[in-house]
C-alpha cells in the first residue's frame, strides 16, 4: 500500500483508499465506490503516470510529462505550480503549456494576481482541501481581473485547483490545471488527488536538480550541504516540533534554534520550514 499525507492507494488491487485527513472523494465514496468510479483505463493510465513522474528529474523532463503523457489523465492547456511561501511573499511559481500558449505573460500575471487565486484557494482551503473547479469564463465567479482574462484569451477558462498541504493544515503547493472547458466530477476528482502529490515531487526533483550556478560552480549537495547541528534541528522540524521544544530537547535557546533554522533555509535556498524539509528529502539529507 502506496500512503502520504493525502492518499492511500493499494497497488495489489488498484484500489484508490483516498485521504486519511481531511476527508477526500475517495474516501467519502468507500473503497469499493471509489475503485468503481476507475475504468481498467483509468488505472493503467494512473499506473503508467506514477512510474513516469519517478523518471522525472529536470524542468525539461518535467514539461515532457505534463506536457505528455499527463494529459491522458488530467488533459490541460497549461499546468501552473506554485510553492506556497510567507504571506508577505509572492508564490514561487513556473509554468507548462503547450506550443500555442505563452506561459511567461501568464506566469507575471499568476504572480501577481489578486482576484482569482487569493479566491481560489480561500475556498480550496475551506472545502477541506478537496479538488476545486474555478470557472474564468465571462460572468462566472472567478472571471474578474487580468489573470482570468488571460486565460480567456488563451482558450483555457475552466481551472482545476488541487495542491498539497503540511501537517498544520496549511497550504505547500499548489497545481492549477487550466483548460478549455471544465469537466467537474467524482472521477476526475479521484484522479486528480490520486496524481497531485507525485506532481509535487516530480517538481520538487526538478527544482533540486537545476543546473550549476551561473559563476559555473556547482551547488553543494547531500548531506555535507549542513552542519549535523543542522541536520539535527532539521530532523525536529520534520516532525513538527517548534523553536522552543527544539530548544529544551537540544538544550539551547530557541534563538538559537531560530538562528539555525534561518541558516538552513538560506543553504537550502527554501522560504520556509515546509520547503526545507521537502528539499532535505530530496537531497537525501532527510530519509523518510
Known amino acids: ?30 473503497q469499493a465506490g471509489a475503485a468503481a468510479l476507475l475504468e481498467p483505463l483509468d488505472l493503467e ?14 524542468r525539461p523532463q518535467l514539461f515532457g510529462w505534463t506536457q505528455g503523457l499527463l494529459q491522458s ?18 508564490f514561487q511559481a ?18 501577481r494576481d489578486t482576484s482569482l487565486v487569493p479566491q481560489a484557494v480561500k475556498n480550496w482551503e475551506r472545502g477541506h482541501f478537496r479538488p476545486l473547479l474555478c470557472d474564468a469564463a465571462p460572468g462566472a465567479a472567478y472571471a474578474g481581473g487580468e489573470l482570468a482574462g488571460e486565460l480567456r484569451r488563451a482558450g483555457a477558462p475552466s481551472v482545476l485547483l488541487h495542491g498539497t498541504y503540511d501537517a498544520f493544515g496549511k497550504p ?19 484522479l486528480v488527488e490520486l496524481i497531485v502529490p507525485f506532481v509535487h515531487l516530480a517538481w520538487m ?13 556547482a551547488a553543494p549537495r547531500g548531506p555535507g550541504l549542513l552542519t ?13 516540533k517548534s523553536n522552543i521544544e527544539i530548544g529544551t530537547i537540544l538544550t539551547i535557546s530557541p534563538l538559537t534554534v531560530k538562528n539555525h533554522v534561518q541558516k538552513i533555509l538560506r543553504k537550502l535556498n527554501v522560504q520556509n520550514r515546509t520547503q526545507a524539509v521537502g528539499k532535505a528529502l530530496a537531497l537525501r539529507i532527510l530519509n523518510l
Do not use: K, Y
Open 45 to 58: 493510465a494512473l499506473l503508467l503516470n506514477f512510474d513516469a513522474s519517478l523518471r522525472v528529474h529536470s
Open 1 to 30: 500500500m502506496l500512503q502520504t499525507g493525502e492518499f492511500s492507494f493499494d497497488a495489489r488491487t488498484g484500489t484508490a483508499l483516498g485521504r486519511r485527513a481531511p476527508m477526500s472523494a475517495a474516501h467519502e465514496l468507500g
Open 73 to 90: 489523465l488530467v488533459p490541460h492547456e497549461l499546468l501552473v505550480c506554485a510553492l506556497c511561501a510567507d504571506p508577505s511573499s509572492s
Open 172 to 190: 505547500a503547493s499548489l497545481f492549477f490545471f487550466a483548460a478549455d472547458r471544465g469537466d467537474a466530477g467524482a472521477r476526475r476528482e479521484l
Open 228 to 240: 549535523e547541528r543542522e541536520r539535527e534541528i532539521l530532523r525536529w522540524i520534520h516532525v513538527g
Open 205 to 217: 526533483r526538478s527544482q533540486v536538480d537545476r543546473p550549476a550556478e551561473e559563476n559555473g560552480a
Open 94 to 111: 513556473d509554468c507548462f503549456a503547450g506550443a500555442r500558449i505563452e506561459p511567461a505573460p501568464l506566469l507575471e500575471l499568476f504572480r
